[in-house]
């Protein structure tokens, strides 16, 4: 039996909103998150707004497992709220995160996560403003669960809808699509693929913001993630009414995630990306959006993959062979052949 | 006629089927695993997830496949523990480890994934893991070439063979279709290139009125197929007269474990009462099995029954012809 007095996992007490609770935010969460807004830990916290609109927007993430090639749950929680704000034309500027952790959860664990999260909050420029953080017993959550929520200043440049979309606009995607979703695959079934695919988890926002402040063609944005590319196209092609024509051969896929989901009877077009976004552009600023991507933002692999036809809200593909297949929805989760 | 599911899929997927539609039509056979597992064998399996203490372990596509009453994503739903793994050793790890847990692998598929459950079973006998049997409910695909060829009704006029199933049975065991039926057939691979070199043998043989069975896989397929992966299947299962959805009975179609291993046999050790299994009402998965109809003949199709909420297996199943079409249609 070993008595040693170190508090090395979380226990029920450290949500109990006592002693407990305070040292591991004062210990744990305070260091890393530290700014201006969150230090008064008061019930709510207060920033001024200036005219304009603002955008507000919430995530959860549940990931299994919760560290995986390419990043976290933490470095996830962040960037995917700060995603969703960005494809919207949104700034962002602050989030709140609010964890529920599974009792029994290492300490160090907790905090390499909120580092994780700080980190990334460094490098997007945003700060966590406010949280809260509850325990339930073991076996009633999986390890940890966070919620984000994001607020931003819609870019005045911005003009983004579905009611934009027209016959003749081009699609484009920043680069190669299907790694976050096959690296969780990988990492969470240990198929002993030599090769490693790692998650392309990255905040947007920039990107999106020098995009929307440099062509004003841009209609819609939207960002790739449960369901892939073609889930995100059928959604965007419902509720705007239009056709969606992809052209395989131009859909970026990285030679690694080609082989492994071919192996296991996986789509790509199917699997989650956490750093893709897909842009409907004019026609006419198609080209230069490409070029600047490109050049001006390193983004070699993004391409035009497709464009908009007068329709019904369907997804089309051009296959390499010259036929042509519809893309619908994802249904169920994505699942390995069977021979 | 393709009888793969996996070539179900790249044709449809790649745009052949809708590329070739003016010149030939291509029909969809027996050839999802998961499709032509009968309905008494779903519910067979239902009945044993609602057993104690016993966590079902399955490839992925049995789980949604919905039985005369329930499926096992809803019993899971409802406690049942099914497990997914995307191989048998997996299972027999996970065994090892939960050893106070019944570990039944679902034995699904044809002769491409029989070897790979009997070395499970060797591996489980070697580790001395008792916790760990398969249900089998495997199927072999030369009887049901011999029931589609025996149909009356059925005019099909070449064959695209399974090559994954023929690099184990090898060439050879297919010789019959043309020898005995007088049927062109060619076994292809996976590329749609590789099925498009099969059709165009397939032609070739009918405008010179011949009739052979060719291996078209040539970089994976030989005359007698994988000789230890037989020895392998010939040492655990012996074949047995088996149910298929559609089908009804087939001669030595299926292959049970032998006596000597009845230790493993899930069927020997947890004999469960199952009810009258009963087929989902107006589904036509057993007629699109046997190539009487195409998935967008059966009445349900793309309306009552997609792949969000499926009424038959060959539209739950990633190979199912249903789904194929479903997903894939221009």
Sequence with gaps: MDFKKTKDVILLAHGDGGLLTHQLLKKYFLPHFNNKLLEPLTDAAFFPVKPGQIAITTDSFVVDPIFFPGGDIGRLSVCGTINDLAVSGAKPLYLTASFIIEEGLQVAVLEQIIVSMAETCREAGVAIIAGDTKVVGRGQADKIYITTTGVGYVLPEANLGYNRIEPGDFIIVNGPVGNHGLSILLERESFNFDTKVLSDCAPLHTITEKLLRQFKGIKFMRDLTRGGLATNAKEIALASGKDIWLNEACIPVEENVKGVTEILGLDPLYLANEGKFLAIVSEKEADDMLIYLKKGLFLHESCIIGNIKDGKGNVYLKTGLGGTRRLNMLTGTPLPRIC | ?330
């Design chain 2, 1 to 330: 006629m393709e009888v793969c599911g996996t070539h179900t899929t790249v044709i449809a997927k790649s745009g052949i089927k809708n590329l070739l539609t003016n010149y030939l039509e291509l029909r969809s056979g027996p050839g999802c695993p998961v499709c032509v597992t009968d309905q008494s064998d779903i519910d067979r399996i239902i009945e044993l997830a609602r057993m104690p203490n016993t966590i079902i372990a399955s490839f992925g596509d049995m789980v949604r496949v919905p039985g005369t009453y329930s499926s096992l994503e809803l019993e899971r739903a409802r406690g049942a523990h099914v497990k997914i793994f995307y191989s048998p050793h997996e299972a027999v790890t996970f065994a090892g480890k939960y050893s106070d847990m019944k570990i039944i692998f679902l034995g699904v598929g044809f002769e491409t994934t029989a070897p790979a459950i009997a070395l499970s079973i060797a591996e489980a006998e070697q580790q001395r893991i008792k916790n760990y049997s398969v249900l089998s409910v495997h199927k072999l695909v030369p009887p049901v070439m011999k029931a589609l060829l025996n149909d009356p009704e059925l005019h099909i006029d070449g064959f695209i063979l399974p090559g994954h199933v023929c690099t184990i049975t090898g060439r050879k065991a297919f010789d019959f279709i043309a020898s005995k039926y007088n049927i062109p057939a060619v076994i292809a691979g996976f590329e749609p290139a590789d099925i498009l070199q099969a059709i165009y043998l397939l032609l070739q043989q009918m405008v010179d009125e011949k009739a052979e069975t060719i291996n078209g896989y040539t970089r994976l397929v030989h005359e007698d197929g994988n000789i230890k992966a037989k020895e392998i299947i010939g040492k655990y299962f012996e074949p047995i007269d088996a149910y298929w959805r559609g089908f009804g009975l087939i001669p030595e179609s299926g292959l049970k474990l032998k006596t000597v291993y009845s230790d493993y046999d899930a069927d020997e050790r947890f004999p469960v009462k199952v009810p009258e299994s009963l087929p989902p009402e107006g589904c036509s998965c057993g007629e699109v099995l046997r190539g009487k109809l195409t998935p967008g003949e059966c009445p349900l199709f793309a309306s009552i029954c997609t792949p969000s909420e499926p009424v038959g297996p060959c539209m739950v199943s990633t190979e199912g012809a249903c789904a194929a079409y479903y997903n894939y249609s221009d």
